[in-house]
């Protein structure tokens, strides 16, 4: 029989029943079902709204319904709908009459929304601390390439030099802030709806912040309407989730391209490649591709949420069930990514004299030369001017600004002199780049340094220092 049959005189449509079951999929929500029973179950005893003998009932009832679940020795069933009532039921059926108190004051309502803020806030952990393993690869193939010279591009065109070093650590900014985006996410999460009810609270003398601090919230939420309804929090933490596969799409698309024939910046190891059914010469970089594909899928599950929100009444609405298997999707899908994407960043191979050959070409020095111009007394867009002459000169004759005489320079300024030469040095326009946050070993160890003390504070925080 259903928990809530006693208004209804016709049993609910086989089809109906499966169409409305959630078990299949909130069944992963079990430990927190458990933990807000608990707590709920405790403060009824406290307040006298049960007797202290059936409260200890209760919670014993519910621990060794954990262990069973843990031990795989529960079968849930789907007439009983949702996480909620399976475990309700199963008490129920254990220790009597007395499991039937539980849902004194509470409606699933409360319930499934406090069961789902749990959920996420030890997701939220998790993923964070993927996040920081990933930071260490990245730190990691910056303190190795501190020297390395590549171009770096704009409009997908040569534009100027700088290290590989300063490549990986732009990267590592982006999941800087990715963590602290999970943060701040986390911050506004930490409320507990438990005691909002259906809807309106409840008539009995409920102690909701007593249900708060067992259960680890730092407050609870101020409106019970609100508690019930709100969604908003899965909502940002699946745009957090959405904002870190963006970052990983960027990053596999740069990959992608500088694996390839025309780039062989960096070979992957074979490890984290696939070959061809036909071409026995390929060697793909299947990760990355598939990293880029499932960024899709992760912004799918937030449009799923944000449309299933936008036009629901207060308060609760059963469409707010479909808010569960989009971030379930997209917590599991980031959770497949990142470590397999730090492991593959990790093993692949930098090959530095492609990268210094490529930076060679392209001109991606000619800022510097203009800059010299300008050291010497030459307004800027004068010596722009300048130096755009000179370009057109090397593309007319197959030459490089490198490789022109002094007399090619002098024959557009007298200004220019032999220490030209070591100006538009590959090295020297690298480490002059020394301002807070350039390409110069000075200022990415700095980078490096302020990123791996963030990564060290977060893990001090949370007792876990590797």
């Known amino acids: 029989m259903k928990l809530w049959a006693g208004r209804f005189q016709k049993e609910t449509d086989t089809a109906v029943n499966d169409f409305n079951s959630s078990i299949l999929f909130d069944a992963r929500l079990y430990q927190e079902d458990i933990a807000g029973s608990i707590a709920h179950a405790t403060m009824l005893g406290e307040q006298g709204i049960i007797t202290t003998e059936e409260s200890q009932q209760i919670i014993a009832g519910l621990k060794a319904i954990l262990a069973d679940i843990e031990a795989d020795q529960v079968q849930f069933s789907l007439e009983n709908e ?16 007395t499991g039937k108190r539980l849902h004194t004051s509470r409606s699933r309502n409360d319930q499934v929304a406090v069961d789902l803020r749990l959920h ?6 998790r993923i964070r601390d993927m996040i920081l393993d990933l930071e260490d690869v990245l730190l990691q193939k910056a303190e190795e390439n501190l020297e390395t010279v590549m171009p770096g591009y704009t409009h997908m065109q040569r534009a100027q030099p700088t290290t590989f070093a300063h490549y990986m650590m732009a990267y ?17 999460m930490d409320e507990s709806p438990l005691g909002s009810g259906a809807l309106a609270s409840s008539t009995y003398p409920i102690n909701r912040h007593r249900t708060a601090e067992l259960l680890g919230f730092a407050r609870i ?27 990983l799409s960027r990053f596999s698309e740069e990959i992608i391209l500088w694996c390839s024939w025309e780039f062989r910046f960096v070979e992957l190891d074979d490890a984290y490649s696939t070959g061809s059914s036909i071409m026995p010469q390929k060697k793909n970089p299947d990760v990355a591709e598939l990293v880029r594909g499932k960024t899709g899928r992760v912004y799918g599950s937030l449009i799923t949420l944000l449309t299933v929100m936008k036009g629901l009444p207060l308060a609760y609405n059963k ?27 990790k093993t692949l191979t930098v090959l530095p004299k492609n ?23 030459l307004p800027f867009r004068d010596a722009y001017m300048i130096v755009g002459r000179l370009v057109h000169m090397c593309m007319q004759s197959g030459e490089n600004l490198e490789t022109l005489t002094l007399r090619d320079f002098r024959a557009v300024s007298d200004l220019f002199d032999m220490d030209v030469y070591h100006a538009l040095e590959l090295k020297t326009c690298v480490n002059g780049r020394k301002a807070d946050g350039g390409p110069s070993k000075t200022a990415v160890e700095k980078q490096i340094a302020s990123i791996r003390a963030f990564v060290q504070a977060r893990r001090a925080k949370e007792g876990d220092i590797k």
């Open 82 to 97: 949702d996480i909620h009532m399976n475990i309700e039921t199963m008490l129920t059926q254990r220790i009597g009459a």
């Open 120 to 125: 996420l806030k030890k997701e939220i952990v």
């Open 172 to 188: 590592a900014n982006m999941l800087r802030r990715d963590v602290t985006r999970l943060e701040d996410c986390l911050e506004r």
């Open 221 to 247: 939420t101020e409106n019970s309407l609100d508690g019930v309804s709100d969604r908003d929090f899965a909502i940002e933490f699946t745009s957090a989730l959405s904002i870190l596969m963006m970052h």
């Open 319 to 345: 469409d707010m069930q479909e808010d569960k298997e989009p971030i379930f999707d997209a917590i599991d899908t980031v959770s497949q990514c990142l470590p397999v994407f730090g492991s593959m960043v």
């Open 355 to 377: 990268m210094r050959n490529a930076a060679s070409a392209g001109f991606i020095n000619a800022t510097d030369c203009a800059d010299y111009l300008v050291k010497k007394g």
